[in-house]
């Protein structure tokens, strides 16, 4: 059997490295030294900090980062949801019709039937919120935006 040298599979994986660093890496530095400066490209002026600062003071970007945290929350329990669904489809068990009817019920029925039975439901003053605001759960009822009641921030 032929012995190589340690560090010998090193060598080999450096190219992939090197090309990895040139594709990901390189980007990222210019992006934060862009992100420094002020105004975008290399030829502005540099002003630290005071972006970052902008960024978050600014509401919209506070209500971004909050949806954003929203939706990394549900991802986890909706495909827990559809694990369990899947599981309980497979497994026959008691009551399983019901649920397979249930489930496909919207797949089978015309788009626009859902489509605007969806809207009833979904709408702001719409059923499900009406129902989630008569079990005191006000904090996953929908909301207006500041964006949507006509004011406009620049």
Known sequence: MLRTRPWVP?????PALALLALVFAYPVVRVV???TRLIRGASGPYVGSL???LVWEDPTF???????????????VLTALAIFFAVLLYEGVRGWRVYRSVL???YILAVP???????YIFQLNGALNSMLRAV?????????SRVSSGVQRW
């Open 62 to 76: 506070r209500d971004a980062l909050e949806h954003s945290a929203l939706l990394l929350l549900a991802v986890p």
């Open 51 to 53: 972006n970052y600062q």
């Open 10 to 14: 090193y060598l080999y994986v450096t």
């Open 113 to 119: 039937i859902v489509g605007i039975v969806a809207s």
């Open 136 to 144: 005191r759960l006000d904090g996953l009822a929908g909301r207006r």
């Open 33 to 35: 030294d862009f992100s």
């Open 104 to 106: 496909f019920l919207p």
